[in-house]
């Protein structure tokens, strides 16, 4: 079922319409500025698809986040819908354009059809998709994360605390960013210890918690116990059915997971959505978004990771920062 929220009214008896927005390597990577020409706009209409809640404390709800700095940033109208299902979007996207909407946004690897379709149809209005993406060259682009850093990275740590010598990593859809961000998790594992086998499972949900939780008991049943779970809201359920396995550690996605398993998560993978979203804007209103793909990662903060509170050694600790940096440098090749 699809919900919609319209909190912005226009004046004059006009039906409401507008509402709250939330909140690559790119050609050249940068943190980028807003101008003050560019925040004084006040015409500016950016529209948004969510696949998920715009509360689910993950994916969905940073896009929202995001959308809401692009309103306070650009004085914006904004619209978004969520739980939008790859197969309805394509009529959502062109009912935004068909309205007038500078900006419309996917925030999903699943829109990437319909919105190539829609952006065929309407050459002046500028599209965006969430997700790793190459672009029409025209008036479709993305951005994305540099999820290769993250993936390596993470399957470096979780060889620090496995005891059965199996390590998995748990993801909702095998996207092609979700498909090298476990590449590079693989990469981490072997590269730190050969005889540590990783274990993946693609969910194909973001949503299904009971598709999440068959998952993990079926990875329990083979002996993993340093799970990596990048999987939204079906990754909370999965998250809490792994509580019943204190012997079990966890590495979190999205925001800094720490509360839903206090005793057993190492760390989290923390992703600024709200800023890559605002990145989009800040583009387009610059003049300067096109139709390819802008990446963005730990050199540009987009990418951080929550406090180990105790879960490492010192030793342990030490050496992830330092392979950290490698990372950040190019010293540590994290290509796909």
Known sequence: MVYRRSLLKTMGGAIATLLLIWGCQANAPETLETTPEATQTSDFKVAMLLPGSREDGSWSQGGYEGLRKIEAEYQAHVDYQEYV????????????????YDLIIGHSGGYIESLETVAEEFPRTKFAVVTTYSGNN???????????????LSGVLATFTTKSQKVGYLVGYDYPVYQE??????????????????VTVFLQTWTDGDVAIDA?????????????????????????ELTKHPEVSIIGWTKDQHELAPNQMITSVMQDIPGLILNIATLTQQGRWEGKLYKF?????????APF?????????????QLKEKVMSGAIDTTP
């Open 85 to 100: 299902e790859e197969d309805n979007s394509a009529e959502m996207f062109r009912e935004y354009a068909e309205a007038g």
């Open 138 to 152: 025209k008036n479709l682009g993305a951005v994305a994360f540099r999820s290769s850093e993250v993936g390596y």
């Open 181 to 198: 961000e476990e590449a590079l998790f693989r990469r981490g594992v072997l590269e730190s210890n050969p005889d540590i086998e990783p």
């Open 216 to 240: 993990v008991n079926e990875m329990l049943a083979k002996d993993v116990d340093v799970f990596v779970i990048n999987a939204d809201e079906a990754g909370i359920f999965a998250i809490k």
């Open 297 to 305: 990662g730990l050199k540009e903060n987009i990418y951080q990771f």
């Open 309 to 321: 509170r105790g879960s490492l050694t010192p030793e342990q600790e030490a050496e992830f920062n």
